[in-house]
């Protein structure tokens, strides 16, 4: 490519890209126009319609809908089977199309504009897919979830597989596209990742958090911080766990950083002549079981006995700082674990979820007693600690999860056919809603989608 090109002109892509970022001047010819169609499918999923603007982030429900669909992962076979042979409602589709029209309708700018311009049988298409897997709503959750964790790789493991069905059923090879790069999943991630990645989020950076530049660097380094703080605590009791016979049942309710509260530095001055004291004021986890600290707390407590006599390292030295906020203040992290034990959630909350995300549990163990059945002291709990996990839940389980509702299997399917995957007025789908269609895809009648 010579170097007056358009694309050899462009400016240096800024440090917090390249980790992900693709330069136009990287992209080979003949993948201009696959990049092009990648970004236009996601900017149509996430409902980036600005090109300055990123996309809605995830909210909590978002997390739980995926959570109570897909378990803790996706296979490529299920991606697939669900693709060609899952279920959509055309009402939904219709709706779908409708909103993201009518938000790009408000926008002034070009990117919105060309995105009016897709045609209804594609965007049909687009939105046929993503409601066939279970994710009516394609939302990155940019600082709950890392980017090489289960919620993102899935997302991105649908979105290669979707666009590929999508691509080549609308012909997308008379945009240019080499069939061979299209069909490469490689490819087709790269392109994805470095617009997600390497474009949204860094807009997402650049607009989140106080004015000014200044500004939005103190706030993102402060949450950095807040992350790593979070992360420490979590490898500390993940280590102490496993080196104390814990059981495999227990590990989950504290392997996910999302597991664990975020903190805030504080300061404490005191009168002069005395050294200024730093304390981690730990935040309120909602929806997480108040039985969880009875445990977690005692077990930090046996981490600080191990490293206090001479004990120098920095993470333990945080971990003797943190206190409970004195204000009670809600944590800046709301995110929930995925694939955490049945009691990490507190009853209430748990109890108040849709039944399709609490049938995802009924297999789910135990990881605790209740704190009446056993002693504060961790010494004291070697006993239900060596006990086979049939055996605790016959003498400890069991009463734990009498306080909470699992339903039948019988009573999810019913909650779903009255929620999500029905139409408006809550009857049945109808047949047509599924017909069979080029390739596998099953597309509505000629009339159903407009």
């Known amino acids: 490519m010579s170097a007056s090109s358009p694309k050899a002109k462009r400016g240096p892509i800024p440090k ?14 003949d993948d201009v126009r696959l990049q092009f169609a990648v970004n236009s499918m996601i900017r149509i999923l996430t409902g980036a319609f600005d090109a300055n603007q990123p996309p809605p982030v995830a909210e909590q429900d978002d997390i739980d809908l995926f959570f109570s669909l897909n378990g803790e992962e996706f296979s490529e076979d299920e991606v697939q089977h669900l693709l060609r042979h899952g279920k959509h409602s055309a009402s939904e589709i219709r709706r779908s199309i409708r909103n993201m029209r009518l938000k790009a309708s408000t926008m002034n700018g070009q990117t919105a504009k060309d995105l009016l311009k ?30 090489e964790g289960v919620y993102h790789q899935t997302m991105e493991f649908v979105f290669v597989h979707a666009f590929q069905l999508v691509a080549t059923a609308n012909g997308f090879q008379a945009l240019g596209i080499v069939k061979t790069n299209l069909l490469d999943q490689s490819v087709v991630s790269g392109y994805f990742r470095s617009f997600v990645w390497g474009r949204l989020f860094t807009q997402y950076k650049l607009d989140h958090g106080p004015q000014g530049q200044t500004g939005r660097n103190q706030y993102l380094g402060d949450m950095k911080q807040v992350y790593t703080r979070r992360e ?57 079981n108040p039985d969880w600290k009875f445990f977690i707390r005692a077990m930090d407590e046996e981490i600080l006995k191990d490293y206090r006599d001479g004990g120098s390292e920095i993470s333990i030295q945080k971990l003797a700082a943190r206190v409970p ?53 961790p ?38 056919k009255n929620g999500y995957g029905r139409d408006e007025d809550n009857t049945e789908r109808p047949e047509e809603d599924n017909q069979e269609g080029p390739e596998g895809v099953h597309v509505p009648p000629p009339d159903s989608a407009s």
């Open 379 to 416: 010494i004291e709990w070697s006993y239900w600690k060596s006990l086979s996990d049939g055996d605790f839940e016959e003498e400890f389980g069991w009463k734990v999860r009498a306080r909470y509702i699992i339903p039948t299997a019988e009573e999810a399917e019913n909650a779903a």
């Open 16 to 29: 917090d890209k390249r980790s992900d970022h693709i330069p136009r001047s990287e992209v080979p010819d």
């Open 232 to 288: 420490n605590v979590r490898n500390l009791r993940l280590e102490h766990m496993r080196g104390s016979g814990f059981p495999a049942r227990v590990l989950p309710i504290v392997e996910e950083n999302e597991c664990h509260s975020d903190d805030q530095a504080v300061l404490l001055v005191k009168p002069p002549g005395y050294k200024k004291i730093k304390r981690y004021y730990v935040k309120t986890k909602q929806a997480r």
């Open 118 to 147: 897709i045609p209804e049988s594609h965007l049909t298409r687009i939105y046929i897919c993503l409601h066939k897997v279970g994710l009516p709503n394609f939302r990155f959750d940019w600082f709950g979830q890392s980017k």
């Open 325 to 377: 906020d004195p204000d009670h203040g809600d944590a800046q992290i709301p995110r929930l674990p995925i694939a955490a034990t049945l009691d990490f959630y507190d009853p209430t909350y748990f109890n108040s979820k849709s039944a399709a995300f609490r049938i995802h549990f009924k297999d789910t163990p135990i990881a605790f007693p209740l704190p009446e059945d056993t002693s504060p002291n």
